[in-house]
């Protein structure tokens, strides 16, 4: 919480902070031994008689090595809106097209070439969608697009493909949420941990293999098996409806 510190606060701040609680945070990175640093700024800033609200075991388990106890995994939110039992129905039946994302922060030109590649062999309409700064730049500059049709880098170019009916295989974790959100199928590519242990935990449909056999094998097995912990989910909602 020193050097790498998303929650931009100091020790001195945690020590003005009332009744702070977490919402479905993670831990950023597979990290060395937490510092004495961070366990004395994330315990004295952390609400200490409510519930705090994870989105993997993994950071349920760096918390509680902090000595913060009273925390619950409860998915990500955005995971909240997926209907499971409706996207079984929906997804089941493979699309034409495919829309893809790209990740220019977490570069891997082997396996992003490989991933292109592979749809352009799998599906016969492709889609780019840029979702963050620079992945259309990376994309085009460094692997290519050709084969591809480049969306805007909005949510409702985004939107509007999927609900046409498309497959989404990407890197882009929220990307894939999204997807499963509108009831499409989706197919995240692990690029770091955050989709390793949701994946883990809840089902999300992950992989980090990115030939053609690997994503054949996704666009052909569609089957999905998203579970949520609905009654924690709810006892961590309760606590500021009773508030």
């Given at each position: 919480?020193?050097?790498?510190?998303?929650?931009?606060?100091?020790?001195l701040?945690?020590a003005?902070?009332?009744?702070?609680?977490?919402?479905?945070?993670?831990w950023r990175?597979?990290?060395?031994?937490?510092?004495?640093?961070s366990?004395?700024l994330?315990?004295?800033?952390?609400?200490?008689?409510g519930?705090?609200?994870v989105?993997?075991n993994?950071?349920?388990?760096?918390l509680?090595?902090?000595?913060i106890k009273?925390?619950?995994?409860t998915a990500?939110p955005?995971?909240?809106?997926?209907?499971?039992?409706?996207?079984n129905l929906?997804?089941?039946?493979k699309n034409n097209a495919?829309?893809?994302?790209?990740?220019?922060?977490?570069?891997?030109?082997?396996?992003?070439l490989q991933l292109?590649?592979?749809l352009?062999?799998?599906y016969?309409e492709?889609?780019f969608?840029?979702?963050g700064?620079y992945?259309?730049?990376?994309?085009r500059e460094?692997l290519?697009?050709?084969?591809?049709?480049v969306?805007?880098?909005?949510?409702?170019?985004?939107?509007?493909?999927?609900?046409?009916?498309?497959d989404y295989?990407?890197?882009?974790?929220?990307?894939g949420i999204?997807?499963?959100q509108?009831?499409?199928?989706?197919?995240i590519i692990?690029?770091?941990n955050?989709?390793?242990?949701i994946?883990?935990d809840?089902?999300?449909p992950?992989?980090?293999s990115?030939?053609?056999?690997?994503?054949?094998?996704?666009?052909?097995?569609?089957?999905?098996?998203i579970?949520?912990?609905w009654?924690?989910?709810?006892?961590?909602?309760q606590?500021?409806l009773?508030a």
């Open positions: 919480m020193r050097a790498h510190r998303q929650w931009k606060i100091t020790l701040d945690a003005y902070l009332t009744n702070a609680f977490l919402l479905g945070v993670g990175n597979y990290d060395t031994a937490l510092t004495r640093y366990k004395l994330l315990k004295t800033a952390l609400g200490r008689t519930i705090h609200s989105r993997d993994y950071t349920l388990a760096r509680q090595e902090a000595g009273n925390a619950v995994n990500c955005t995971l909240w809106l997926i209907d499971c039992g409706k996207l929906t997804a089941s039946k495919v829309v893809t994302t790209i990740t220019a922060y977490r570069k891997d030109k082997t396996r992003d292109l590649n592979s352009r062999a799998i016969p492709r889609y969608w840029p979702q700064l992945d259309y730049e990376y994309a460094e290519g697009l050709d084969g591809f049709t969306l805007p880098p909005t949510l409702k170019a985004f939107d509007e493909i999927l609900i046409g009916g498309c295989v990407g890197t882009r974790l929220h990307a999204r997807a499963l509108k009831g499409q199928y989706a197919r692990a690029i770091d955050r989709a390793i242990e994946g883990r809840f089902g999300i992950i992989s980090t990115t030939d053609v056999e690997s994503v054949a094998k996704y666009a052909d097995d569609r089957s999905l098996n579970t949520l912990p009654n924690t989910i709810e006892h961590w909602k606590q500021f009773s």
